[in-house]
């Protein structure tokens, strides 16, 4: 990464603390330290139940359905490259391209979701598997439930900012901290999933 | 202050294909070990790759490695603090027990 361009920070005001970080951006940053601890140990909580055996079956490691979660992987984690294309496209006070790719990493957000509807579906009408049908399901659900909550606010964030751009013809310099501040959630939402991907999906196994 | 100095489009793209490789191989992995039971040496792959996306979109997409110093280590620090705290509760409990590819 040798070639970098000069980027100037989005909505720069005067509230600089003696730590030289905007209150709101810093303020962002503790937030998503707490939701690492809450998503920390709702995994963790998984990790406990993910294998202890001695209830009623399928287990969620059973009915995972592998190719179609790395398809959702991969729609989030290219919705990571929309929100910092439409970041580096604010910076440079190129509005439609911001607000193109604004929509389209609500977009993105929404298949994933419209994904996590689906397989949810899918394990409880196909499967039998339902909130209470074991602790393994019931620690599945609740974390890749809750996950599933950010993702939709995030999409929420998304669309108001880019109703704003629109209606405004563009965002504002307070608005394009906003964006940021957004981006900085959206991405925390995204490495959230590569975790969960790999502990819950990947590395998950049903009771021997 | 950050230092204004942040990756640009092309680079980017670049980053995002890397993610995209890597998560290709985590999938990969998965399959293999479905195979050829590699067990912990599996978890050990899979946990890596994870943490390399991990990082590089918080250094990156995150812009962290382009914020200020505090922040920096602030973060990263917290980070690992709690990274250590769960792993050593969970070991504890004994979850971090790897067995046989299934």
Known sequence: MTDLAHEPELGHHDEHESTGIENRKLGMW???SSEFLFFGALISNYLLYSNRGGFDAPYPAEVYDIPFTSVSSFVLLMSSLTMVLAHNALSRDDQNGA???????????????GGQVFEFTDFIVEFGMTLSTNPAASAFYVLTGFHGLHVAIGVIMLLSLWGISRRQNGLSEKHGLNLELVGLYWHFVDIIWIVIFTVVYLLSLPPS | MSD???????QYWKIAVVLAVLTAIEVGMYYIDRELGLGAFNAAILLVLALTKFIIVVGWYMHLRFESPFL?????????????????ILGLLGVLVIRGGG
């Open chain 1, 99 to 113: 607000r193109t790719w604004l929509f389209a990493t609500a977009a993105l957000g929404s298949v994933f979701l």
């Open chain 1, 30 to 32: 503790v937030f998503l």
């Open chain 2, 72 to 88: 920096n280590r602030f973060f990263t620090g917290g980070f690992i603090l709690a990274l250590s705290l769960y792993a050593i």
């Open chain 2, 4 to 10: 204004h100095t942040h990756p640009t489009p092309a």
